[in-house]
């Protein structure tokens, strides 16, 4: 921590001293700055640098000191996202690394047109009004949790001895990412808070089981083996609980990280219906798969995928067994938009409407007594979602009592994600093709 | 940056939006602690929540007297008036937002750390989670004038209502079940309608950018899906 902010303090000195010089620029001031600076000046002035000078829009009224090129290549130089304002909060300059991280900041804009918290708002004004270095840490909680920290310092370039209130030419705006940190020391008490929760009934019932078999139940060969049977329930139920709160929170740690691995979604989807073939057969549930015959590639975790589609599909064959059919479907979105469309049928009981809205919720369950017998944990529909957040798919469910349900995600292609200003493709990774006929019924 | 002097309409202009966008800041944040300050039964945020509410007020106060005096000097036409008149609205539809907020942190302090069923406040967390989606893309889609994310949020309000509906339902079905439950079950009921009027205000801000940029009114009426009107003998069922 220590650490970070003296670089930063640094780096917003370097950029305060050298705009100074840049600007008085004063020959024998040059030699002293050294070597290193000249390196500098020699990228800022590059045909990149120079380009970007042009593209810049018009000030808009008055005498508007842009940042020079040595700045913009310092700012550029920092390994967190860096914006530049003046003295009304206007954005003057915005690095490569701010842009990734929170889209377009156009030029001409005040700042809290795109960071609108009110923690970075106040900060600023507070760095023009007293004309010193400040701090600000703010929470953003769409799409996903993410803490931020931003480092602001007031930049002079000619200093006036006379004025009695020094205005800045610039503030510099420089923003950490605090997530992980943040995440991590959260985690652990969410996971103790629904740990405990949740494993207190289970862990009661065992409990009770043990008195009773150490006491009266001692000599009861019939009743040990009943109770030895049911104290195996419970104690696997607890097991399934503790790997899906785990799973949860992996999820939930890297839900500000956009995936960045192609995957083949058609591929997959065989995969993962090929997995779970045995636990069909074993309910008397015939999985009808529609997958498109071309490649549908995708930028995601396959792992997560495949939790995805195998818990959707796993709820369709168990809760819906009764309809002994599971359509499974994946093709290009027929509502366009550049996305694969992957649905999951069933027939069975359906869900009545007032649960719909709320089934991704974490341990709500419409049906306890069902979910329970199905060895559900409540948290299934939770992880899917959270999964489907981090790679921007939207999960969509369709059901009515007596009329089966239908879960129908939306993952965005790949090209459509590349052309997102806001992703960098990794190169190098092919698509693989996957050979199959258009369409596939496979019986059981 | 209130004291600066400005020289041009479109700095003058510039600096009411910088004040919507502030004011926008400031309601998204209200509504996340207030909601924060629930879950938690955090009773100190939720005191820092009614205090920050006033600040909301004299920002929206602000707007009315720039917005005033730019009608009244520049005499604004077209598309400049509408950009006056619509700050003029949004700045409206966030002080009542924020008031909703305020109206949240209040009920926290009175249910006095009184917790009800996990499940439910989950569900108002839920809740939340949407409305403040559609009002972070809402006031994204100002500042972009971007009247296809506005359109998309405009549509979207029937999840909230949905959402809503079905909280209404649930809830009822506590109290029925214990009449311990009624007092805090009220208060999650009424915090939960505040923020679905919260989606509705992200609703009215997106209608309000879709006449700044087209300068068409919306005037099809919205079919409503809140249902918890309908449910009233569910005692009876």
């Known amino acids: 921590m220590g650490r970070a902010i003296d670089l930063r303090t640094l780096a917003a000195m370097l950029v305060g001293v050298f705009g100074f010089f840049a600007v008085i620029s004063p020959v024998p001031a040059w030699a002293l700055i050294g070597g290193g600076l000249v390196i500098l000046i020699g990228s800022a002035l590059s045909p990149r640098a120079l380009r970007a000078d042009r593209r810049r829009s018009q000030p808009m009224s008055g005498p508007v000191v842009w940042p020079n090129p040595s700045m913009k290549a310092v700012a550029e130089a920092l390994p967190d996202p860096c914006i530049m304002t003046d003295a009304q909060g206007i954005v003057r300059f915005v690095n490569d690394l701010a842009i990734q991280r929170f889209g377009l900041v156009s030029r001409g804009d005040p700042l809290n047109f795109k960071l609108r918290a009110t923690a970075l708002n106040d900060a600023l004004e507070r760095v023009v009004a007293l004309d010193r270095a400040e701090t600000a840490e703010w929470l953003e909680k769409i799409p996903t949790e993410r803490w931020f920290e931003a480092h602001l310092a007031p930049i002079h370039f000619q200093p006036d001895p006379h004025a009695t209130l020094r205005r800045p030419d610039f503030v510099i705006v420089v923003i950490e990412d605090l997530t992980e940190r943040r995440r991590s020391e959260r985690m652990r008490a969410d996971f103790v808070a629904n740990a405990s929760h949740e494993l207190r009934t289970p862990l009661a019932s065992l409990t009770g089981f043990i008195e009773t078999l150490q006491g009266p139940a001692r000599n009861d060969a019939v009743a040990r083996e009943k109770f030895l049977g049911i104290m195996m329930q419970q104690a696997s139920r607890m097991k399934r609980l503790i790997d899906d709160l785990l799973s949860l929170s992996r999820i939930e740690m890297k839900a500000h990280m956009r995936p960045d691995a192609i995957v083949d979604v058609g591929e997959l989807m065989w995969d993962v219906i090929d997995s779970l073939q045995p636990l069909a057969n074993e309910n008397a549930v015939e999985l009808c798969a529609e997958i498109a015959e071309k490649p549908m590639p995708t930028m995601a975790d396959r792992d997560e995928l495949v939790q995805v589609f195998s818990n959707l599909i796993e709820n369709a064959i168990k809760y819906g067994a009764s309809g002994g059919k599971v359509d499974i479907s994946a093709e290009a979105d027929p509502q366009g938009g550049d996305q694969w469309l992957v649905s999951i049928r069933d027939y069975g009981p359906g869900i009545a409407e007032e649960h719909l809205p709320r089934l991704t919720e974490r341990f709500y369950r419409a049906d306890i007594v069902s979910s329970r017998e199905k060895q559900g944990t409540g948290l299934g529909l939770a992880i899917v979602k959270h999964i489907l957040t981090r790679h921007h798919a939207r999960l969509q469910i369709e059901s009515s009592l007596g009329a089966g349900a239908t879960f129908s995600v939306r993952l965005e292609s790949q090209s459509a994600i590349a052309h997102s200003p806001q992703i960098n493709t990794p190169n190098g990774e092919q698509t693989r093709t996957h050979q199959s006929p258009a369409k596939i019924i496979r019986a059981r | ?237």
């Open chain 2, 1 to 237: 940056m209130a004291d600066h002097i400005v020289s041009s309409y479109d700095q003058e202009l510039k600096l009411l939006m910088t004040k919507i966008a502030e004011m926008g800041g400031l309601a998204e944040g209200l509504v996340a602690d207030s909601v924060t300050a629930l879950t938690r039964m955090d009773i100190g945020l939720a005191q820092k929540v009614v205090l920050t509410d006033a600040r909301l007020d004299r920002l929206q106060h602000e707007v009315e007297e720039r917005a005033i005096l730019l009608i009244a000097r520049r005499q604004p036409m077209a598309l400049d008036l509408r950009e006056i008149m619509g700050a003029l609205r949004i700045s409206n539809d966030l002080e009542r937002v924020g008031d909703l907020a305020k109206n949240i942190a209040k009920r926290v302090t009175a249910m006095h750390g009184n917790m009800v069923a996990k499940q439910l406040v989950i569900g108002v967390e839920h809740l939340s989670e949407i409305a403040l989606e559609q009002l972070k893309a809402v006031l994204d889609a100002f500042t972009t004038r971007d009247d296809a994310v506005a359109m998309e949020v405009r549509k979207r309000d029937d999840e909230i209502d949905a959402l809503y509906t079905s909280l209404f339902r649930e809830l009822l079905t506590y109290m029925m079940e214990d009449p311990r439950n009624i007092s805090s079950c009220t208060h999650l009921l009424f915090c939960a309608k505040n923020i679905e009027r919260i989606g509705d205000h992200a609703t009215n801000i997106a209608e309000t950018v879709h006449f700044v940029v087209t300068g068409e009114q919306m005037i099809e009426e919205r079919l409503k899906s809140d249902g918890s009107s309908m449910i009233g003998s569910i005692g009876a069922e």
